[in-house]
């Protein structure tokens, strides 16, 4: 594989951030200033299950041939 580069599904930091996001989302009301944005965004990266950050190690095989076999378009991941 030469550049995936129409592949941004072969980087899994793009899903822990989603997580990430969704995580701090869930807080309310909105964080009232920036420190407190930097304190939650912490704590919600320190409390992401270890199991779904070994899903996204191990996905990776799977992940690289999805991405061969549609010639680095489109995968379901």
Not at 24 to 42: D, E, S, T
Not at 61 to 77: I, S
């Amino acid at each position: 594989m030469l550049w995936p580069a129409n592949s941004p599904d072969l980087n899994p930091i793009d899903h822990m951030w989603d997580e990430l996001c969704r995580r701090v989302q869930q807080h309310h009301p909105p964080p009232a200033n920036l420190g407190q944005l930097l304190q939650w965004l912490q704590q919600e990266w320190n409390g992401v299950p270890r199991a779904f950050i070994c899903n996204l190690i191990h996905s990776m095989g799977q992940r690289c041939v999805e991405c061969l076999a549609h010639n680095g378009g489109r995968t379901r991941f």
